[in-house]
């Protein structure tokens, strides 16, 4: 015997040999789907010849390309805006998010930076001026942080929030007020004397001690300046407000303080206050009327006794106040301490970012380990820098997944016989995936979609378990050439019967992340669209590039060269014998002949003359008696008996001689074909599987019952970090949600506030709202604005009745009184501005409670200049801002006594609480009725809006489930439509796609006994899913489909050789999934933990037994092959081999 030639470069000139199913096919002989299936078969037999002919070309083009697009990742962009991440696309929130910033810019009014303390032993009542003190020394720690940045040093003191800073015509007690004036900190400690050591003001006047609120009594120092200057006007503005002492005349939380004032109720006494009576109704800042902090606010897990009185909490809370970015630079734009940096906008961002930072550091490092309180600090900045940190790939859990799967398909992949060995091919498919991952996303880079958690910490190791599927299968088939192949055919033999496998997998893969892109949230939605891309890539590179690869280790396999070491020869390749393929009749054989087992290469062909099976053994083999037929004659034919005695690989050339470890006979193939598909394909295994499975559809169906919707904020936050800590305990105690309920432009306020005052009414009512205390008024700027109003004309009919005000005069009468008097003769009338006449006839608020609308807008400038503080509080945000007015009551000259008219108003906010919201349904509850309560007021011609972090991320549940039966749907008629088309067989299309609606349910159903809520993340899951399902029943199907048989033999066939590359594909998908269950990210997790148990489902076994029960078509004969010819077992469209 003679070594064959070693296998050269094909010829440009060669080309694949005519098929002879041609003119059968063109002279109508058979049916039109076959012609189609032939004609696609076809242009993969020609895809894969031109690869294999070319495959060092192929192979250098592709990996240039692919690292090309990797070099996208370059650009990448990673978004770690909650926003920016969850608020849906298109959805009237995100409107009205733009309507809102297009108005006020990109930033809020203020941020706010958050304190909870709780006792570390669970339960413990907090109400102590033990714990209160440690509070304040956490509180006062973070109230001291001062950063350096651009030579300046930066204190809470100037960055902080302030509230209607009043101007004072007074340059020295302008000034005195400028650094005084306290920041809005809301802190259960401002209920004692400590409270005011959070503030950080201080002025000085001669001959007295520095001036600070923890010394300052402002109506001692009002009586002191008294003579020195006029303050009527700010001696009437702390009245309004209610400042009263301030907090010199609070108790002090430890009396035995050496500075606290002989003016605190227990300064004599010396006795410990009690904290719940004195925190009971909430605590006040500096004013009384302003600043009301209530109990929801400041304490989180009360108890009260049975007349209501608070006996206990179990956690504090205090939040500063810091100025947005805007604010902070328009507040320090050409002040001469900032004159030589060049002040830009950034610059504050970047020092209000630097403060932050600190703030949380040393707010958790001010209580000792050993304290009995815990403190969590919160900062948005903060959560930006862990949720970027958290979002940049990890190097070390990417190279240990990938690392995991070279060495799983490596291994799975190696084999005792040298020639069917393909441990290089394995290592080299999983590089090639990981390629195409990277040039995906590189591409998405290069599209501008942005990168998030989700694209980071799941995409590349999804897109790897999805991707080594196809080379899995790919590589098993590669194996099994049907006998007779020339080796020039080989990849395109390959092709011609695994293609249609991977195009459909692949496409329907893809169609099922695009549908997931219907979801409207835009991390997701990104997240879905990427996930398209990476399997577009990676579908490219496993058809065009990986065939390369084969054909090149093909060669390798002819030089009987080892493989992975593949400079070295193979031991195996000392004997060799010839052997010369011969090709089986269509004559029947007769069954019972014995079974062969052989330790080198046989063949097995039948004498035309004498119809007897006759086989060429070497030596070595051997006869044994035949095993058990578990399926009868079926399986065992000659035909079947055939592919235990071929390779099915090298019959055209020299084979090797090696002797077989007894442990390499037994494999999937051999197991799914001799163990369990006997097993499964028995008439009461068929019914018990379709019985247990329609059990399991039926309890599902009651699972999907109980699924709530709900992802909580600590979900998309990472576990293990303080912000986690943080949140936790904010939802467990302190569950309210500071939101607005917004005015747009478009309609008149002043001829619409009776309107205005019932939607506030409406919106008050709803069960979620919490109410304000029964001795305050409504907190809104139309409230305050009619209640100032009010007030001013209560001061004018007094200096009216006294004298004090007359016709011609108003310099003997009050401040108030003065301003009344100039809005009272106000007309609107440009060419008569001024009428004098209706000082006595008109009033500045009607019986009704409603502003004349004529003086509506010009009142509202006098308003907002004159009454800061009732302007703060309110919280209005008007846009356009109205116009500066200055009052001087000593002005008496005409332009004085004009008013400029504030524009009519686009923008303007009534402020809320929400509290209660426990549950998505409790959000749910509360947005519905936010909203009808808009709707009824847009009947009445009001424009509104509700704002705030329970619209912009609960709203989504509003319409989640409606967008998830719709993407599914539209998935499931796809993947019908995909299925139908390139397998011509509308009854198999139905069938998987029956399969596909079952795994679906049945997943919906685990949520729902699993306890996992649902949300836009288990929607993509769960569309994702149907996608990935065809990865496992397509390849039964086409299997089922292509094979010749009875129904038993056809599915005991398909799972033959579909057995080995799912359960690889299977545990490549778990396997990419392992790496995600050390994720920080509990929505991954989730997300991994779905996916997990979804991988290695039962499809393919419900799929083979559906179609070996109802399958409808022939029993005795199958579908014929691309040439026309009856498909035996051997040429049956196999997807796999043994393992």
């Not at 002040?343 to 949380?360: D, K, M, P, Y």
């Not at 393909?422 to 880079?445: E, F, H, I, K, N």
Request: with cysteine; hydrophobic share 45%.
């Amino acid at each position: 015997m003679t070594r064959s030639p070693p296998l050269r470069e094909l010829p440009p000139s060669y080309t694949p040999p005519a098929r002879t199913a041609a003119p059968q096919i063109l002279a109508g002989s058979l049916k039109a789907p076959l012609w189609l299936r032939a004609y696609f078969q076809g242009l993969l037999f020609s895809l894969g010849c031109g690869i294999q002919r070319h495959c060092g070309k192929v192979l250098f083009l592709g990996l240039l390309a692919f690292g090309a697009l990797a070099l996208g990742l370059r650009v990448a962009i990673i978004e770690t805006n909650l926003e920016q991440l969850w608020v849906e696309v298109g959805s009237r929130v995100s409107q009205e998010l733009h309507y809102t910033k297009e108005k006020l810019g990109e930033e809020a009014a203020y941020t706010s930076q958050m304190l909870i303390q709780t006792a570390r032993q669970e339960g413990e009542n907090i109400l102590t001026p033990e714990a209160l003190g440690l509070h304040l020394q956490a509180a006062l720690t973070a109230s001291k942080v001062q950063v350096s940045l651009y030579g300046k040093s930066w204190d809470l003191n100037k960055i902080c929030y302030k509230s209607g800073v009043p101007l004072i015509e007074n340059g020295m007690i302008e000034r005195m007020i400028e650094k005084l004036f306290p920041c809005v900190i809301l802190t259960p400690l401002d209920c004692f004397w400590e409270g005011a050591k959070l503030q950080g003001g201080s002025a000085y006047l001669p001959g007295r001690p520095d001036i600070q609120w923890t010394n300052l009594d402002p109506e001692q120092l009002l009586e002191e300046l008294g003579p020195f200057a006029s303050l009527e006007g700010f001696r009437e503005l702390l009245d309004k407000a209610q400042v009263g002492q301030a907090y010199v005349g609070r108790p002090c939380l430890h009396p035995d303080d050496l500075h606290c004032p002989p003016s605190a109720p227990n300064h004599h006494s010396r006795q410990a206050p009690n904290v719940a009576h004195e925190l009971s109704g909430g605590c006040h800042g500096f004013s009384h009327k302003f600043m009301h902090w209530q109990e929801e606010l400041l304490l989180g897990g009360m108890a009260r006794d049975p007349q209501g009185q608070l006996l206990r909490a179990e956690a504090l809370q205090s939040t500063f106040l810091l100025m947005s970015p805007r604010q902070l630079y328009e507040h320090f734009r050409g002040d001469y301490q900032t004159h030589d940096i060049g002040w830009s906008e950034e610059q504050a961002g970047t020092v209000l970012q630097a403060w932050q930072r600190r703030f949380v550091q040393l707010a958790q490092e001010a209580l000792p380990e050993n304290a009995s309180q815990q403190i969590h600090a919160f900062s948005s900045t903060t959560l930006d820098d862990i949720l970027h940190a958290f979002s940049e790939v990890s190097a070390a859990r990417v190279v240990g997944g990938y690392l995991l799967m070279l060495a799983y398909a490596c291994v799975t992949m190696l084999r005792w016989d040298c020639a069917q060995s393909q441990g290089a091919v394995g290592l080299a498919g999983v590089l090639l995936v990981a390629l195409a991952v990277a040039s995906g996303l590189g591409l998405c880079a290069l599209l501008g979609i942005t990168f998030n958690a989700a694209t980071t910490q799941v995409l590349p190791f999804l897109a790897l378990g999805i991707g080594v599927d196809d080379v899995f299968l790919l590589a098993h088939a590669f194996t099994e050439a049907l006998p007779g192949t020339p080796l020039q055919e080989r990849m395109g033999e390959c092709l011609q019967r695994t293609g249609t496998s991977v195009v459909l997998t692949s496409i329907n893969n893809m169609a099922a992340f695009l549908m997931a892109a219907l979801v409207p949230i835009p991390a997701l939605r990104a997240f879905s669209l990427q996930a398209a891309i990476v399997v577009g890539c990676t579908f490219v590179a496993v058809m065009l590039v990986f065939p390369a690869i084969l054909s090149l280790d093909l060669r390798r396999r002819h030089c009987q060269r080892l493989d992975v070491l593949c400079c070295f020869s193979s031991p195996c390749s000392a004997r060799v014998i010839q052997i010369l393929p011969q090709e089986l009749e269509d004559e029947t054989v007769p069954v019972g002949i014995a079974h062969l087992t052989a330790t080198v290469q046989a063949f097995t062909h039948c004498e035309a003359s004498s119809q007897h099976v006759v086989t060429i053994l070497p030596p070595q083999a051997h006869l044994v008696p035949p095993p058990s037929d578990p399926l009868g004659s079926e399986v065992f034919s000659p035909g079947g008996s055939t592919r235990d005695l071929l390779g099915q690989e090298e019959e055209t050339r020299q084979k090797a001689a090696c002797k077989s470890l007894p442990c390499a006979r037994w494999n999937l193939a051999h197991f799914a074909r001799y163990q369990f598909a006997p097993l499964l394909l028995q008439s009461h295994a068929k019914a018990i599987v379709l019985v247990l499975f329609g059990a399991l559809l039926g309890l599902s169906l009651y699972g999907a019952t109980l699924v709530q919707d709900g992802l909580a904020l600590t979900d998309v936050v990472p576990r293990g970090t303080k912000e986690h800590a943080f949140l936790s305990a904010q939802l467990r105690y302190f569950s309210l949600y500071e939101v607005a309920l917004v005015t747009q432009g478009g309609f008149d306020y002043a001829h619409s506030q009776r309107a205005l005052f019932d939607l506030h009414q409406r919106f008050s009512s709803l069960k979620a709202v919490l109410p304000p205390p029964a001795t305050q008024a409504p907190r809104t700027w139309l409230h305050y604005y009619r209640s100032w109003l009010q007030g001013i004309q209560a001061a004018f009919d007094q200096d009216w009745a006294s004298g004090r005000i007359t016709r011609h005069s108003y310099r003997n009468g009050s401040e108030d009184g003065a301003l009344a008097y100039k809005l009272l003769i106000q007309t609107g009338d440009a060419q008569e501005p001024l009428d004098f006449s209706q000082l006595t006839t008109r009033k500045l608020v009607d019986r009704e409670g409603l502003i004349p609308p004529e003086l509506f807008y010009m009142g509202l400038t006098v308003w907002v200049s004159s009454d800061p503080l009732g302007l703060a509080a309110s919280q209005a945000n008007f846009y356009p801002p109205p116009p500066e007015w200055l009052h001087d009551k000593y002005d008496t000259t005409g332009e004085n006594l004009r008013i400029p008219p504030a524009q009519p108003l686009e923008f303007a906010q009534f402020p809320f609480l929400l509290r209660g919201l426990q549950k998505t349904a409790d959000f749910v509850e509360a947005i519905e009725g936010a909203r009808a309560a808009c709707a009824e007021a847009g009947q009445a011609g009001v424009h509104a809006y509700p704002s705030g972090s329970p619209f912009l991320f609960w709203e989504q549940y509003l319409g989640l489930r409606r967008c998830f039966l719709l993407a599914v749907c539209i998935l499931l008629v796809c993947t019908f439509l995909v299925c139908a088309l390139l397998l011509l067989n509308p009854w198999t299309a139905g069938l998987i796609v029956l399969v596909l609606a079952m795994m679906t349910v049945e997943l919906f159903g685990i949520m729902g006994f699993l306890g996992i809520k649902l949300s836009a993340i288990p929607v993509v899951i769960l569309v994702a899913s149907v996608g990935i399902g065809v990865e496992f029943t397509v390849h039964m199907a086409l299997g089922f489909l292509t094979t010749q048989g009875s129904r038993n033999l056809r599915a005991a066939r398909a799972l033959e050789h579909t057995f080995a590359p799912v359960t690889d594909g299977a545990i490549s998908t778990l396997l990419g999934l392992l790496m995600l269950a050390g994720s920080h990210f509990d929505f991954i997790v989730l997300l991994c933990g779905a996916d997990g148990a979804h991988a290695p489902g039962p499809p393919p076994w419900t799929c083979a037994a559906a179609c070996a029960a109802v399958h409808p078509g022939p029993t005795a004969r199958g579908d014929t092959d691309v040439q026309g010819k009856p498909r035996g077992p051997e040429s049956t469209s196999s997807t796999g081999r043994r393992a």
